[in-house]
């Protein structure tokens, strides 16, 4: 587990962005990332690491346990089906018998597509979300869970899946020490338990926060200052002169070491009048250090792609099948409508209650047969209705906004393409469409004095809903 420490601007998101593969387009690349020898083009970065922002992002009206479920079903199982392959395969060869509880347990575990997974329960336990697993995440508008829960959930949300590699920016924003110091105590556990990789920016951890690192990457104006032990990084700076006094924080020792305005302060040996050292120089003695040197010799020589397992790397672009990505994205869209209940109800009253209107408006509206006088009232008629039905759908729209971001981190971290998350949407709104329409018409067509002949009713009644649905819909599709 690492700790990438740096001021604000040092370039910390843009290094974990190259890492995670998710750089702009518009920006100058130099150099390349590899994992286990492969370039970023060989396998699909996306879904073998996890590029965790500080923004929580999630659906207020889900519970903590049906975001990691469906976090778990788009994702897919990874490297745990080729995994258990394999292991059935040398144990064969040993002549092995396994537990049978740990048998199944490994077998429940490699099924993808599930709607509840043994995983999900395994993650909740391990981040200690457990209490709060039926309480719902919560929103602007709905009271949930609280923030440093929240921060958990934004990470196990990447842990069912098949990543292995985590790359978490500024996640203590808006975090007290103590929720810090929790979170990130989970965080080592999980490191040293599933056997991954972890990176995490912090502006200011508190001196027990920083105990709980293994490495540390110091970064100054875009360039590595250190990066090791974090039980050597004081010897580096005392061997360039600079030492930490005894009651001031590591952390924030190493942020304002490399700072022209507060390095001065540092200076220990006072034999030897004091020079500013910029970062330049830090880097040059890093890189002659004896730990820069190890960290160089060690990159110098390429990584043995034998060495890595074949289902180390994912190469899929998504964890399940077209079919199943609709069913996991449909199932979510039908739960998020029942908990929005109120709102369509809502919608159905309200247009109810305005067409009663309407129709004692244009009451008994009349046109005498090839007269043009009295038709602005059918205009009118016409105009005011589809401009209700219209708006009355429109209102829904907010809470399509509202889901944007979360749609777009799921899209990037490639858990559904954007048509499994639009076509649901499309769907479900079609029957409620229709029959907002349909009250409408049936309230409205006789009282307002349309054509009484059946045939022109029918006519009426066929198209209009679906002509003002198709419109309602390609709207939100747009948008």
């Known amino acids: ?11 910390k998101t843009t290094l974990l962005k190259a890492l995670a593969g998710k750089l702009e387009n518009d920006l100058r690349v130099t150099g390349k990332v590899t994992y286990c020898g492969h370039e970023m083009n060989e396998f699909v970065p996306q879904r073998t690491c996890a590029y965790i922002s500080q923004h929580d992002l999630h659906h207020g009206e889900l519970t903590v346990r049906e975001t990691l479920d469906f976090s778990g079903r788009c994702a897919g199982v990874g490297t745990r089906y080729e995994m258990l392959a394999e292991l059935s395969r040398r144990e064969k060869a040993e002549g ?42 919560g929103d602007d508008m709905r009271r949930g869970i609280s923030g440093g829960q929240k921060k958990r959930v934004t990470t196990g949300e990447m842990l069912v899946g098949p990543a292995k590699v985590f790359l978490m920016d500024e996640i203590s924003t808006g975090l007290d020490s103590s929720t810090t110091f929790q979170i990130i105590k989970y965080m080592r556990q999980m490191v040293h338990i599933m056997d991954i990789t972890m990176i995490i920016s912090l502006l200011q951890p508190a001196p027990e926060t920083f105990e709980l690192f293994d490495d540390i990457v110091l970064l100054s104006e875009g360039q590595v200052v250190y990066q090791g032990p974090r039980t050597s990084v004081l010897e580096f700076f005392e061997h360039v002169g600079f030492k930490c006094p005894e009651r001031k924080g590591v952390a924030d020792f190493l942020q304002e070491v ?82 929005n209940a109120f709102v369509y109800i809502f919608k159905t009253t309200q247009i109810t209650i305005m067409a009663l209107f309407t129709f004692t408006v244009f009451f008994r509206t009349t046109m005498k047969y090839g007269d043009l006088d009295d038709g602005g009232k059918y205009y009118g008629a016409l105009f005011f209705s589809l401009i209700n039905v219209m708006f009355n759908g429109m209102a829904e729209l907010a809470l399509t906004i509202f889901r944007l971001p979360v749609f777009y981190k799921q899209r990037d971290s490639l858990f559904y393409p954007a048509w499994a998350f639009a076509l649901p949407v499309w769907l479900l709104r079609l029957p409620l469409s229709l029959l907002e329409s349909g009250i409408w018409i049936v309230l409205t067509y006789y009282t307002v004095g349309f054509a009484p002949s059946a045939s022109w009713y029918a006519v009426f009644l066929t198209f209009f809903p679906y002509s003002l649905t198709f419109l309602v819909n390609c709207v939100k599709s747009r948008i």
């Open 96 to 137: 092995i018998k396994p537990d049978p509880e740990l048998d199944a347990f490994m077998k429940a575990i490699a099924v993808s597509g599930q709607k509840s997974s043994l995983v999900t329960e395994y993650v909740l336990r391990l981040l200690g979300l457990d209490i709060c697993s039926d309480t719902m995440v």
């Open 1 to 11: 587990m690492t700790l990438l420490l740096g001021p604000p601007g040092s370039g």
């Open 258 to 339: 490399t700072s022209k305005k507060d390095q001065e302060q540092y200076w220990f040996n006072k034999s030897i009048a004091y020079r500013y050292v910029s970062v330049d120089d830090f880097v040059h003695r890093f890189q002659n250090y004896h730990t820069g040197r190890k960290i160089a010799g060690i990159l110098h020589v390429p990584y043995d792609k034998s060495k890595a397992h074949p289902a180390a790397l994912v190469t899929n672009k998504y964890g399940i099948s077209n079919k199943e990505l609709f069913k996991a994205c449909l199932s979510r869209e039908w739960l998020l409508m029942k908990r």
